[in-house]
């Protein structure tokens, strides 16, 4: 029987993200009411400047709503990046079946790795990270707020002997 879970989490909004937000409004207003100032001085091309700066701006503050999207389909697990709701990227794609860990996150004990994925969203209190052997990066730990559905799919697919220590520990 096929093994296949979907979730899509929103990544938390900061005050750092806000103030971007505003920064870039402020300076699109600025900008676009400077080009209409030089457009009622005579330069009437500067109207289309105005526009562009708008739109540019409006443009960039859609691309702060990012998402990230965990499949799991039997043995691999695909973790996609949506920007805006008009950009999607594969930030990357492992085989459960080579995993050496997987847990809540913050991890008792730090594994080294060569790469660690933050696909999560934001919030630490119930994230999870995964270890796994990975083709092109090596070892990557991956950390996202995976759903009790998603979490028993990786369970699944785990390798027989880390669901055994698993069960065993209580996770």
């Known amino acids: 029987m096929d093994n296949i879970a979907e979730q899509l989490v929103e990544k ?14 402020v300076g699109a207003l600025l900008l ?16 289309i400047f105005a ?10 503050l859609g691309s702060f709503g990012v998402e990230y999207e965990y499949i ?29 860990e ?8 730090d594994t080294p790795v060569d790469a660690t994925v933050h696909a999560y969203s ?4 119930d994230a999870y990270y995964l270890v796994v052997n990975h083709s092109g990066y090596g070892k ?6 995976p759903n009790e559905k998603i979490r028993e799919a990786i369970m699944q697919e785990l390798p027989n002997a880390l669901r055994i220590k ?3 520990n209580g996770s």
Do not use: C, H
């Open 102 to 109: 997987f847990a809540p996150y913050p991890a008792e004990q």
């Open 51 to 60: 526009v562009l700066v708008l739109v540019g701006g409006v443009w960039l």
């Open 72 to 100: 799991v389909t039997n043995n691999e697990m695909d973790i996609d990046k949506i920007i805006g709701r008009r950009k999607r990227k594969r930030m990357i794609t492992v085989d459960i079946s080579e995993a050496e």
């Open 166 to 168: 698993l069960r065993r």
């Open 12 to 25: 938390r909004r900061t005050g750092a993200d806000t103030v971007k937000k505003i920064l870039i409004s």
């Open 122 to 125: 934001g919030s630490e209190t």
């Open 140 to 145: 990557v730990k991956l950390i996202f707020n």
């Open 32 to 47: 676009a009411s400077f080009f209409m100032y030089l457009a009622m001085m005579g330069a009437f091309t500067m109207v």
